[in-house]
Structures are given as C-alpha cells and as structure tokens.
C-alpha cells in the first residue's frame, strides 16, 4: 500500500482526472506542463536501472521488461514507438543495469547486464533501426572482457565514442577505455596500457569524466579495497583535454596506468571512515573550477556533507553540514539497496552562491554555499525531480497501490541523458521497484511496474 504525502495530493487528484493511465497531456495553474506515456510493464522484483537517451529528434529508451529482457524502443519525437527484444535477461544483480549511445553515423551501441561477466554488447547494422541490433562477442580484445562492470559510453570532443568499463572484480580491478571507428565499425583500446591499475590491491570506483566550463575533463573516483562497501578510501582526482595524456590538479602529467601511489589524492579518507563510491559528485564553480561534494564520519562519527575545492597547490575541504546522532554504517557485500544518504553535484546559482541538493533518508534538502567561503548560508527543503513525475508515476501504477500491501514498492526516476532538451522539454523516466536485498531473490515478487516517460516543459 502506498503512503502518498499529503502536500502532493491535490497534484494526484488534477492527475486522477485529466492524466489516463497511457497518455497525457496536463496544465496546472503555476505548476510546469507535463506529458506522459506509458513505455511497456517493466520487471519490479528489484532495483535495475533503465536508460533514456535523446539525440536531436531521435529518442531511445532501454530496459528490462516484465520478464527480465532487455529490451530497447526507438522513436522520432512526436512518432511512434518501435520496439525489438535482445537475447540477454537479468538476473537478481542490481549492478546489471543497462546503458547505450548513438554514434556519429546513427548506429546506436548498447551495453548492460555485466557484474564481473563476460561481454554483453548489442550493435546496430542499420542507421536509427532498433531492430537490427545484434549480438557482438568481441568487442576490442577477448582477454579483458571476462569480467566486465560498470560499463560507460561517453563522447570525446571530435565526438567520437569512447567506452570504459572495468576489467577484474571489486577490490581487484583494472579500468579499460576503448574508442570506436565509425569507418571499420571496429573497437581498439584508447591507452596502450590500462587507464587504473589497483595492483590487485584495489579497485577505482569512477564518477565522469565529466566535460566541464574550462574546456577540460574531470574525473574523480573513490579507492576501494574489497567487495565490503566500507572499504572505500582515498577521494581521488585527475584531468584531460582529449582522454588520452592524463594530468594532476597541478597541471602536472600522470603516467599511465594511474595507481594508488601515483594519483592525486583531494581528501584522504582513511578505510571505514564513511566514504562510499557512487556518493562522490563534481561540479564547478563561478571560476569554472571543480568542486566536490561527498561525505565521510566526522570527529565525532556522525555522517557529513563535505566539498572540497582547489586551494593553492593543493585541496581544502569544508564541512557544510552539522548533523548530530546521524551516523549510516554501510558494511558488507552486494548492492546495499537505498542509500541512506546522497549528495549530488554542486551547481552554481547567482549572487556568487553554489548550491547542493541532498537526500537523508526520506528527506531532501538544498544547502546554499557562498562560494568564495564554500561556507553554509542556509539549508532548505527541496525536490530532486519535479513532484509532479511522481504523481504521473502513481496513476499509471494504481494497479500496484491497491495490492495487497505485501510490499512497499520505491519509487525510481531516471533523468534522460544526452541533448539535455529537446521541443522545448526535458524527460525522465519513472517506474517502482521492489526495494534492494543485497542481490539475493526476494520471496515475494510484484506485478510488473509501467515504465512511464515524461516530458516537462524546459521553460519550468
């Protein structure tokens, strides 16, 4: 059963109305335009993650639908959806999301379904025609996708696609980049060696890298010593104008491969001390330099906000928020289901203020920053995502909030990536999913979730 919050409930009853289950079109008084449709029913027995890509007028969504399949549908904007089903299901692994990009001559590349598995890569063999994708077993060198994770696309500035993921398991992995030709339709390794090398030692546990105001390449990472989630370390950061030759915050070349002893360290949190990967996020200030938002335990153990910005030669970090008894112990294996605390990417606002948006637990709050001091000016309530997705969300699930109330569904939006607006719009997708159990079964699966996407007016 669903608890919806009663601040939203006049939005759920405009939706009730005017938003039918499959298609809709709503215009509230001071409340932004929203279309929504429904995609397909999508698999709700754990959290996966979708992925929702636009490139000019092309859109395409992937997923695994009710029966685990990933599956991916292709449209111009405005037209019609055409779908076409891989031969590739997921198991109980929340890591096995699913991810894709389009070339520069129309060829979409999709990825996904690999938590220290072999290769799981998908081709078009004709320009913009989901259905003729197809199963390709090699992509650059058979050695180094055995035990493939956290496979990312990206695009250099000559756009050409690049992916990366990483060789080796948690705790004992190498970071692989590798750059496609759109001529031969073939892959080969961006590096002569590999990117990271934890020296079987450890694992690096990338965010980016990430184009910023300056022209540059950033990209941060936590160390993590084994699969315990705790035993991530050692804030981390490099640069790079073309992906290839590598720099320090200094400006100083880095050899390649980047290992423990030769990468620059930002903060250096010991092992235990609170740091966790994917909780790492970038962001730039007025002067277009990066600014790190993350968090680690303080000296009295409590859980913390921190940025950290370059100061001279080195990094100065800032503590901004002032948490008493709040404390998220995360040890142990697997995916650890949600997050008892996020942080997202510092963003500027004007006035010469940053901002930072942060969940703790059910609660998400805006910490404005001045950004000479990165000091706190004053903590607000916030949303991540506009509330009016959610409430698109529940009507097009009402199937799952009359349940029997077994089990009580999250609720998940994904924010589309690519050309950030398209017909004046910005999409998401939103679905429900059974809450994380450390990538075991559950013993009670739900009805299949609809995956719905909403387009919001961009003016909003």
């Not at 990366?164 to 892959?187: A, F, P």
């Not at 390794?189 to 450890?202: I, S, V, W, Y």
């Amino acid at each position: 059963m669903f608890l919806i919050n009663m601040k939203y409930m006049k939005k759920i009853i405009y939706c009730l109305v005017f938003l039918p289950m499959f298609f809709s079109s709503i215009v509230y008084a001071k409340e932004p335009e929203i279309t929504s449709i429904a995609i397909d029913n999508v698999w709700s027995g754990h959290r996966i993650k979708p992925y929702l890509l636009t490139r000019g007028e092309q859109q395409f969504v992937a997923y695994y639908d009710a029966n685990r399949q990933m599956t991916v549908a292709h449209r111009q904007l405005g037209g019609k959806w055409r779908y076409y089903k891989v031969d590739s299901w997921l198991g109980w692994d929340s890591h096995n999301y699913v991810t894709m990009e389009l070339d520069s001559e129309g060829y979409l590349h999709v990825m996904g379904n690999m938590h220290a598995d072999p290769l799981e890569y998908f081709r078009m063999s004709e320009p913009l025609n989901v259905r003729s994708l197809k199963r390709v077993s090699v992509m650059a060198e058979k050695s180094l996708e055995k035990r493939m994770t956290y496979p990312v696309f990206l695009r250099n500035k000559q756009e050409q696609l690049i992916v990366k993921y990483r060789d080796g398991g948690s705790g004992n992995g190498s970071e692989i980049y590798n750059i496609y030709n759109t001529q031969s339709k073939s892959w080969s390794r961006l590096h002569a060696n590999t990117f990271l090398d934890g020296e079987g030692k450890m694992s690096g546990y990338f965010e980016g890298p990430t184009l910023g105001p300056d022209g540059m390449f950033h990209l941060i990472w936590v160390w993590r010593n084994t699969p315990n989630a705790a035993s991530n370390h050692s804030l981390s950061y490099a640069k790079s104008e073309d992906l290839i030759n590598w720099q320090n915050s200094n400006g100083e070349d880095i050899s390649l491969p980047i290992t423990a002893k030769s990468a620059e360290v930002v903060d250096p949190v010991p092992p235990f001390a609170g740091m966790i990967n994917g909780n790492v996020k970038i962001g730039f200030d007025h002067n277009k330099q990066p600014i790190i938002s993350y968090h680690k335990y303080d000296a009295n153990g409590d859980t913390q906000i921190y940025v950290a910005r370059k100061e001279g030669k080195g990094w100065g970090a800032v503590q901004i928020s002032d948490w008493k008894g709040f404390r998220w112990d995360f040890d142990g294996h697997g995916s650890l289901g949600r997050f008892k605390v996020k942080p997202y990417s510092p963003e500027l606002l004007g006035n010469n203020k940053l901002t930072i948006l942060v969940r703790r637990n059910d609660d998400v709050m805006r910490f404005i920053l001045d950004s000479d001091s990165l000091k706190t000016i004053k903590v607000e309530e916030a949303d991540i995502y506009p509330p009016i997705i959610n409430a698109a969300t529940e009507v097009a699930n009402s199937h799952l909030s009359k349940g029997s109330g077994l089990i009580k569904l999250e609720n998940h939006v994904f924010k589309g990536k690519g050309d950030s607006s398209a017909f004046g719009k910005k999409f998401y997708l939103s679905w429900l999913t059974q809450p994380g159990n450390r990538d075991s079964a559950h013993s009670y699966i739900s009805q299949p979730s609809v995956l719905t996407l909403s387009g919001i007016n961009d003016s909003n």
